[in-house]
């Protein structure tokens, strides 16, 4: 069970995608982790990436590609991956799908989590972390006891400036521009689902299951 995640941020892919890999007992994939490990463990294609982020220069897709592909080879994924914030672009996914067809494989499932953009502009402009302790609340779904006071070790809470409205519309519009094509490109693959983001998360999530186990 091979699977991409689909959404905008704050849809909640993330969330879902940790879900998905528990029940199914399948990896949770992120490049940000392959990345770190690669870097960590100083393999070549680690060493090639540091190069280019070192310069302040985004890592090619080839190489990403090549990470994400030396990932897969792992034994804790012969029964599958959920793929979280890859690929982003329609350049990554077909160099993705090109390299997985080369291996004699393809993607099953992109699972697309739709949420309005004026939701997610709620949602995240609701968010609050604990300067300290790093615990997160919502204004509405996760008050503080205290308004601005964490529970937790009483430090104040802030909002962070990728949680300001104006930085999550940017955000968004830079998803619509760039990863929303990647629906489209799913879609003619044949592996496209749609889930309704903005019910409860196990609502999500059940929404989710009843499409893998079908």
Request: charged fraction near 30%.
């Amino acid at each position: 069970m091979k699977i991409v995640m689909l959404g905008a941020p704050g849809a909640g892919k993330g969330t879902q995608a940790k879900k998905i890999a528990e029940r199914y007992r399948i990896p949770h994939i992120s490049t940000g982790d392959i990345f770190r490990a690669n870097m960590k463990e100083g393999t070549e294609l680690g060493q090639q990436a540091k190069a280019y982020m070192d310069q302040g220069q985004l890592v090619p897709d080839e190489l990403t590609v090549h990470m994400v592909m030396d990932r897969f080879s792992k034994d804790d994924c012969k029964n599958g991956y959920v793929l979280d914030g890859f690929p982003r672009t329609i350049p990554q996914a077909e160099a993705l799908s090109e390299a997985l067809a080369q291996a004699g494989d393809s993607i099953d499932y992109a699972i697309d989590i739709e949420v309005p953009d004026e939701r997610i502009v709620k949602r995240m402009s609701g968010r609050r972390v604990c300067q300290k302790c790093g615990a997160t609340y919502h204004e509405v779904h996760h008050p503080p006891v205290r308004e601005g006071v964490c529970d937790v070790c009483g430090a104040d809470l802030v909002q962070r400036s990728d949680d300001k409205p104006e930085t999550v519309l940017s955000r968004l519009e830079v998803y619509h521009e760039q990863t929303q094509p990647l629906i489209d490109y799913y879609k003619e693959k044949n592996v496209l689902k749609r889930v309704d983001g903005t019910r409860d998360l196990e609502d999500v999530f059940q929404a989710i299951v009843d499409i893998l186990d079908e």
